[in-house]
C-alpha cells in the first residue's frame, strides 16, 4: 500500500501565501514524477505542477511565476509554494505520484485532497 497525506490547504485572502505539503510512504520502491493538481467546482480536474525524479518542472499557464513546485527525495515529499493567489486559484488541491511499488509495479497514487479558498 501506498499512502499520499496532505497538508496545508486553508482559506486566504487574494494576494495571499499558501504552502502545501504532500508525503508519501508505505511499500514504495521508488518515485518518477511527483505533482499537484486541482479540481474547482464544476471544472475538471487540471494539472497545476509537476516535477520530475530529475528535478524538471511543468506548470500550468495559469500559475507560472507565481507557484513553485519543489520535492524533498530523501522525505518522498513533493510542496508546492502558491504565491499572488486569486480567486480562481479556488478548488481541492489533489497531490499525485507515479512510483514504483516493492513488487516493482508502477502506478499512479493520488492523495485525498486538501481544499484552498481565496476569497477576493
Known amino acids: 500500500q501506498v499512502q499520499l497525506v496532505e497538508s496545508g490547504g486553508g482559506l486566504v485572502q487574494a494576494g495571499g501565501s499558501l504552502k502545501l505539503s504532500c508525503a508519501a510512504s508505505?511499500?514504495?520502491?521508488?518515485?518518477?514524477?511527483m505533482g499537484w493538481y486541482r479540481q474547482a467546482p464544476g471544472k475538471q480536474r487540471e494539472l497545476v505542477a509537476q516535477?520530475?525524479?530529475?528535478?524538471?518542472?511543468n506548470y500550468a499557464d495559469s500559475v507560472k511565476g507565481r507557484f513553485t513546485i519543489s520535492r524533498d527525495n530523501a522525505k518522498n515529499t513533493v510542496l508546492l509554494q502558491m504565491n499572488s493567489l486569486k480567486p480562481e486559484d479556488t478548488g481541492v488541491y489533489y497531490c499525485?505520484?507515479?512510483?514504483?511499488?516493492?513488487?516493482?509495479?508502477?502506478?499512479?497514487?493520488w492523495g485525498q485532497g486538501t481544499q484552498v479558498t481565496v476569497s477576493s
Open positions: 499525485k505520484i507515479v512510483a514504483r511499488n516493492v513488487y516493482s509495479i508502477l502506478g499512479d497514487y
Open positions: 516535477i520530475t525524479s530529475g528535478g524538471s518542472t
Open positions: 508505505g511499500s514504495i520502491f521508488s518515485i518518477n514524477a
